[in-house]
């Protein structure tokens, strides 16, 4: 299995705080993506990085901010947390080798509730 | 912008039956990457089949297997002899050979019946 680990599995903060969930790989792939999941909506993408300190907006980024400082490591903020945000996150890292090897690895995901 | 839609929210077949879950995709790019995920009750994500979109020949992995139809932009989904750990929410999903975004569908949730 790929080694992608997301903490923490759980979470239950209160509405305006910050929240950081962390993903951390140990397969050196360059591409990282941070998505949520809800009921109705699948996978959306929030933020993705395709290098060390790049980073770019997915289709739902508004309140989510993330940063990459090296390659084993994707950090996704929840600058000021609501309601809204409560959901299920994953990371999810791509292996863009040859074709037969490109695949995305999935964390475990965590579970965000905003109380 | 790409798009991937999964018009089917839920399903369900007999044990032993063959199902076909669809998806469609748009894209304005040539060349791309097409795949299935499976979502278990566990939540942990699985692939389950990919296909190259130059490549005409329909991929297949053991009971699971695609009918990749480009000029229609379509990637349907057909899994033989249905088992009950066939269970799962599924995800059709794409990435462009030139992007950096990986796109993903709605999902289907099948549900095999004994």
């Known amino acids: 299995d790929a080694g992608i680990t997301q903490s923490p599995r759980h979470k239950v903060t209160e509405t305006g705080t910050p929240v950081t969930l962390r993903c951390h790989q140990t397969e050196n792939h360059r591409y990282m993506y941070w998505y949520r999941q809800d009921p109705g909506h699948g996978l959306r993408l929030i933020h993705y990085s395709y290098g060390v300190k790049d980073t770019d907006k997915g289709e739902v980024s508004d309140g989510y901010s993330v940063s990459r400082s090296k390659t084993e490591d994707f950090l996704l903020t929840l600058e000021s947390a609501t309601s809204s945000q409560t959901s299920v996150y994953f990371c999810a890292t791509l292996d863009r080798g040859h074709f037969m090897n490109t695949e995305a690895f999935f964390g475990q995901g965590t579970r965000l509730t905003v109380v | 912008a790409q798009t991937v839609t999964q018009s089917q929210p839920e399903m369900s077949v007999q044990e032993a039956e063959t199902v076909t879950l669809s998806c469609t995709y748009d894209?304005?790019?040539?060349?791309?990457?097409l795949f299935w995920y499976k979502q278990p009750p566990s939540r942990q994500m699985i692939l389950v089949i990919r296909q190259e979109a130059y490549k005409q020949q329909n991929a297949t992995e053991n009971r699971f297997s695609v009918n990749f139809q480009k000029a229609a932009k379509s990637f349907s989904l057909k899994i033989s002899d249905s088992q009950l750990g066939d269970t799962a929410m599924y995800f059709c999903?794409?990435?462009?050979?030139?992007?950096?975004?990986?796109?993903f569908g709605t999902g289907t949730s099948l549900t095999v019946i004994p």
């Open positions: 999903a794409f990435i462009t050979n030139t992007g950096n975004q990986f796109y």
């Open positions: 894209t304005s790019e040539n060349n791309y990457y």
